[in-house]
């Protein structure tokens, strides 16, 4: 596993850990940020992370109700979650369990076994396949390739085939610009006739249909289109 692709968020008010946290994960090679509570993580783009570092004795929000939300919701149930907490006992571990947590430490921890357990559960938990063979995603924005369906900050948006297509093809090469003649021999049978207005017609659908990410579909005069981050 290339833990340089893997992006840890922790969610912890104690700033000092959360510091020790982030310094030690980064150094085991993984993009770690941080949140100091709860209902700052909300604001985050979640479905970006690939583990949550989670403590449970918050502000308004407690880490339990903070699981549960995540758990909740479709669009990020999967995303695996280890609690790290003061509170011990048995009941609280089984409480951490059953609403859908990976693992749970305790703390005072040793910054070894929290490295240890992260990569134990990034085993289990991460498909055998890259994930963006499954998913192409940008911030909110979700192509799912095997399912055929897009999503914007969750709400699924429907799109025409040939929109589907040119979206996945262009969130596939993120950067890169292709000339109409590229997009039309890469998305269109052979033996099917089409000129080039035709992709011209389905971006500027797509760019209404998929907005407010419209705008990273650019167009490069005298060149053709692109998905720019």
Known sequence: MDSRTIRILVVDDEEDLCEILQLNLELAGY?????HSAEEAL????????????DVMMGAMSGFHFAEHLKANPQTAAI???????????ADTVRGLEIGGDDYISKPFSLKEVIARVQSVLRRSR?????????????????????????????????????????SFLLAHVGKIFSREEL????WPDDVIVVD????????????????????????IG???????
């Open 127 to 167: 498909p055998a396949e890259p994930r963006d063979s499954q998913v192409l995603s940008y911030q909110t924005l979700q192509v799912h390739v095997q399912t055929k369906r897009c999503y914007v900050a969750g709400e699924e948006i429907l799109l025409t085939r040939k929109e589907f297509d040119i979206l």
């Open 223 to 229: 060149y053709g289109y692109g998905f720019e981050a």
């Open 80 to 90: 695996p979650i280890i609690f790290c907490s003061a509170r011990d006992t048995e």
């Open 197 to 220: 207005r035709t992709i011209d017609v389905n971006i500027t659908r797509l760019r209404k249909k998929i907005a407010p990410y419209g705008k990273n579909i650019v167009t490069r």
């Open 31 to 35: 993009a770690v940020d941080v949140a």
């Open 184 to 187: 039309l021999s890469s998305i």
């Open 43 to 54: 604001t985050m783009d979640l479905l970006s992370y690939d583990l949550i570092l989670l």
